[in-house]
């Protein structure tokens, strides 16, 4: 996905446009910890922008393959949309108790779009049947991203949704540890 570029920021990169949030957190990441991806199943090939290292395999092979990294990763970090693929990486990012490691972002389409209402209503409800969140639960404004921290959900928002907006938020998230497998008890939970 594409975050908006402020136009003063597009007057002083030397990259060509539209960046994409990989770029970003690739340039937040580098020399940190390597960045992986997968390709989208059943494709072969380079994808416009990409510069994690990527994995393309078979739509027969990338459950598994996702699995694996889901349960050996230090930290995960997902876009968040309302495909059929992603919605599975984020089931089983809860399933395996795998969200106290993951910083999930709203992918930035959904900032305007009615788009933002399906995917509260997916999201919503299972962070509740995780544990992370009260019943009574509901974002308050529209995060860009958020991920769980010392057992209490930690949005992230911003209005504009840019390109820094995304690279600050990953640093962010990365300046914080990582939590395995805790659930927060019902004091904890905003």
Not at 156 to 172: D, E, K, L
Request: glycine share 6%; proline share 7%; with cysteine.
């Amino acid at each position: 996905p594409k975050p908006h570029l402020p136009w003063l920021s597009r007057f002083f990169s030397m990259r060509p446009f539209p960046v994409r949030i990989e770029e970003e957190l690739f340039d937040v990441a580098d020399g940190y910890r390597p960045m992986i991806a997968i390709g989208k199943p059943g494709t072969r090939g380079a994808a416009s922008g990409g510069v994690a290292y990527r994995t393309y395999l078979d739509d027969s092979a990338w459950q598994d393959y996702v699995l694996d990294k889901i349960q050996r990763a230090e930290r995960i970090v997902m876009v968040l949309q309302t495909t059929k693929g992603v919605l599975w990486e984020f089931d089983r990012i809860l399933d395996q108790g795998a969200l106290g490691k993951t910083l999930i972002f709203f992918d930035p389409t959904l900032k305007n779009a009615p788009d933002w209402g399906d995917i509260r209503r997916m999201v919503v409800p299972a962070l509740q049947a995780a544990g992370v969140v009260l019943e009574d639960f509901c974002f308050e404004s529209r995060p860009i991203a958020f991920f769980v921290h010392e057992g209490a959900l930690i949005n992230i928002v911003n209005a504009n949704w840019t390109a820094t907006s995304y690279r600050t938020a990953f640093s962010t998230y990365l300046a914080t540890s990582p939590e395995r497998g805790t659930k927060p008890t019902a004091a904890d939970k905003t």
